[in-house]
C-alpha cells in the first residue's frame, strides 16, 4: 500500500546571469529561486492497483514518481510504502521497487543488455535459479530472448524498453513506476507494452504507476486516472468518470497508397472523417486506424481556462 500524506516538494535553484560580466557576477553571489513542483498531494495507491497519472508539461508527474521511489525527499509531509519511508533507501523497500524513465536508459550503451542484468543479480543478491527463472520469464513475455546479447547501441529504440522494462523488473518487485514508457514507440510495440503489463498484473499482482502524454498509454493499461496540474490532484476517478467523452476526442488516421507513394492523412476528426473517406479512392487505403488523445488537449477541454 502507498500512503502519500501531504507531500510538497519545492526544488532549489539559481538565477543565472548572462554573458561574461553575469558570469562573473554570480560566481559572488547567486539569486536563489525556489520551484514548487508538488503542493499538498494526498493519496492511497493499494496493492494491484494500476494507475494512470497524466498532466501537463512541468505538472509535476516526474518529481511524484522521483519522490515515490525515494530518490527526492519531500519537502513537507511523509510517503509510506508498506510502512517504509522511500527515502529511508531501505534494502526491503528498495527490494519492492522497479522504475523505468522512458527517457534514461539504465543499460550501459557498449555492452549487451544481459551484463547489465547479471549485475542487478548481483546487486539485488538474486539466487541464480530465480534470476534464470525471472529472465527467462520476462524475455518471453516479451519476446526479446534474442535481443539481450546485442550491445545495446545496435538496439532500436523498442528493443531497448523492453531491456529496460526486464531490468526494471529482474528483482520482481512488488511496485512498477513508469515515466513515459512508450515514448518514440511505435503502436505495434506500444501495443506489445501494453499487454506485457495487463499480463503482469494480473499474474503477479504487481502495482504499476505510469505517467504518459498519451491517452492510449491509461486507456490500455490503467483503471484509476490521476490528473495533476501546477502540483496538485485535480482529478482522480476512473476513465469513465471523467467530465468528458475521451472517445468523441480521438483523431483518426488513413494510410494510402497510390500506386507509386505511401501517404498518411493525420488528425482527422470524427465529423470529418466521412467527408475525407468520400474523396479519396476506396483502392488505395491500406488502413484507418484511431490515433490517441492527447493529455494536454483532453485537459484545455475538461478544464478550459481553470487555474489550478
Ligand atoms: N532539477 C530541477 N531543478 C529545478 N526545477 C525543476 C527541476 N526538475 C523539475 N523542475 C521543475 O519542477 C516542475 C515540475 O517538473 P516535472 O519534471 O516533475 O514535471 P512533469 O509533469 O514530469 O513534466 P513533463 O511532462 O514535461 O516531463 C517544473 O516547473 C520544472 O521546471
Known amino acids: 500500500m502507498i500512503n502519500i500524506k501531504v507531500i510538497s516538494y519545492s526544488y532549489k535553484t539559481f ?13 559572488f553571489h547567486r539569486e536563489k529561486v525556489y520551484v514548487s513542483a508538488l503542493k499538498k498531494v494526498n493519496l492511497n495507491i493499494k496493492d494491484g492497483e494500476v494507475v494512470g497519472l497524466i498532466g501537463p508539461n512541468g505538472a509535476g508527474k516526474t518529481t511524484l514518481v522521483k519522490v515515490l521511489t525515494g530518490i527526492l525527499s519531500p519537502t513537507n509531509g511523509q510517503v509510506v510504502i508498506d510502512g517504509i ?13 522497479g522504475v523505468l524513465f522512458g527517457q534514461k536508459s539504465q543499460l550501459s550503451w557498449d555492452l549487451p ?3 547489465t542484468l547479471n549485475m ?31 550491445p545495446t547501441r545496435n538496439l532500436s529504440l523498442g528493443q531497448r524498453v523492453k531491456c529496460d522494462l526486464i531490468c526494471s523488473l529482474i528483482h520482481n518487485p512488488k ?4 515515466d513515459e514508457p512508450t515514448l518514440g514507440l511505435d503502436l505495434v510495440t506500444q501495443e506489445s507494452i501494453y499487454n506485457f503489463l495487463r499480463k503482469l498484473n494480473q499474474v503477479n499482482g504487481t502495482t504499476i ?6 491517452m492510449r498509454d491509461i486507456e490500455a493499461v490503467t483503471k484509476r486516472l490521476l490528473i495533476l496540474a501546477k502540483g496538485k490532484i485535480i482529478f482522480d476517478g476512473s476513465i469513465k468518470s471523467l467530465p468528458v467523452n475521451v472517445n ?4 483518426f488516421c488513413v494510410r494510402l497508397y497510390d500506386g507509386k507513394k505511401e501517404q498518411i492523412e493525420e488528425n482527422i476528426s470524427a465529423d470529418n472523417l466521412s467527408k475525407t473517406l468520400k474523396s479519396i479512392d476506396p483502392k ?14 483532453l485537459i484545455l477541454k475538461i478544464y478550459k481556462n481553470q487555474e489550478f
Open 209 to 214: 504507476i505510469i505517467t504518459s502524454h498519451n
Open 15 to 27: 538565477e543565472k546571469n548572462s554573458g561574461l560580466h553575469g558570469t562573473i557576477k554570480d560566481f
Open 175 to 178: 511496485y512498477l513506476f513508469l
Open 85 to 97: 519511508f522511500p527515502d529511508s533507501h531501505d534494502k526491503k523497500m528498495l527490494a519492492n521497487i
Open 284 to 297: 488505395q487505403i491500406i488502413s484507418i486506424s484511431r490515433e490517441g488523445v492527447s493529455v494536454e488537449e
Open 248 to 251: 468523441e476526442y480521438k483523431k
Open 113 to 115: 543488455p544481459i551484463d
Open 120 to 150: 542487478l543479480g548481483s546487486i539485488y543478491n538474486i539466487d541464480v535459479n530465480d534470476f534464470d527463472a525471472r529472465l527467462s520469464e520476462l524475455s518471453n513475455m516479451l519476446n526479446a530472448k534474442d535481443i539481450l546479447r546485442t
